[in-house]
């Protein structure tokens, strides 16, 4: 298969999908709206509900389970972990209009397009009250034309892992990493002083999309504007790529796949001395420490660096979302049972203390158990040090298109690094294979001329 004719799997089933689903009439989509907050008022939900989610995630559910049963005792609630296949199921599901879950999990990422086929219910009625109790950028991937389809769950928020003993022992303070540039210079020390032993960051040619991604929300940079056209081409995109481009030419990357049995060993010895990563990637690292008591305490996270001297050092990878499909029978109970898991300090709580699922919800992010001091991490308060700034993450106009989109941009991204990492052609031509890819228009603004 030539690289012209890849498109992603997802993008593939999903158009399909919207083909064979017939659209709600605007009559019952009021209707069902009217009835769920009528019924919701009432307080008193009954019946059995299923959900759908996976790994941790579903783990996680479990455990709130009980609580939220206790508080509605006419409800039972079935959790169902169903793995990597579960947002297939869910798509077969979709188009046969029956057999779907109650509740769903979908991934950030993923959820506009989902959410584009308009067959999951519009929340907007009972959750418009807790949208300013959520991260914008959170919400950006929960709406349609200003409705609510899905609730933000968990966050991703990005620091910089690294290695106390390796930063003590080259002399390198963390406090004094301020931008990419004292990164960089960082990374080119420590890469000397240990004589080419230790690289800076993992960064594999093959998984440049996610540091690009990371970048872009530092910069500005936007994949597609508001309006859903096309705008990777651009000053600020160039600036990140930039920043990766300098990262690999100084040679303190190693160049290993993300999650690859060396990417993975890198935690246990001295080959990589700083992880980029999200909240979530402390949990990999703990679980993966093949001698935890050593471990323990040496680990410990600074900042993200910013692009330009006092510019912004927070970005967001990663999250999740609870989704109603339309086809729910009980839309009480599964409401019920979302706004307790997403929408309350003691639900969002109890996911994160079972499975360190970072907080969406804002009001959950001002308790003790995230200011707790982490053991693995020095005493670090690692909790409330991703949460400093969380709202301060700036929203990426996630639309259907994305995943085909960033799907893209990773092949060329890598077909960048391959080739030498010098193309100031490499926006505009991505740019025009997006619009004929995706049958989308460019922004075509000012700045987006290579």
Known sequence: MTRSQITHPITQFLFCLTLLIPGCSASNRGSEQSSLLTQTASGNPRGDITVWSWNIAAKALMQATPAFERKHPGVHVHVEMTGARMQTRIMLALAAGVGAPDVASLQQTEAPYFISTRQFTDLTPVAEKYRSMFPRSAWNNCTLNGRIYAIPWDLGPCAIYYKRDLFLRYGIDPNRIKTWDDYIAAGQEILHKSGGRTKMLPLGSNDLESMFELLIEETGAQVFDGDGRIAINS??????????????????????????????????????????????????????????????????????????????????????????????????????FVEYALCSREGQLSLYQSEKLFPAFLPALKSPAIDARDPFFGGQHVGSFFAEGVTDIRPLNRTKNWTEAVGYLQQDLSHWASTGMNDPGFFHRLELKLESRLDEPSARSGDSQQ
């Open 235 to 336: 000053a600020q995109s160039r600036q990140a790529l930039e920043i990766i481009r300098r990262m690999r030419a100084a040679g303190i990357c190693s160049d290993v796949p993300a999650y690859s049995q060396e990417w993975m060993a890198g935690f246990n010895d001295e080959s990589i001395a700083t992880y980029p990563g999200a909240f979530w990637l402390s949990g990999t690292i703990e679980d993966s420490s093949t001698d935890y008591t050593s471990k323990k305490g040496n680990w410990a996270v600074f900042r993200l660096p910013s692009v330009v001297p006092g510019g912004i050092h927070v970005s967001n990878l990663g999250g999740s979302v609870l989704v109603i499909p339309a086809q729910c029978s009980n839309k009480t109970a599964a409401w019920a």
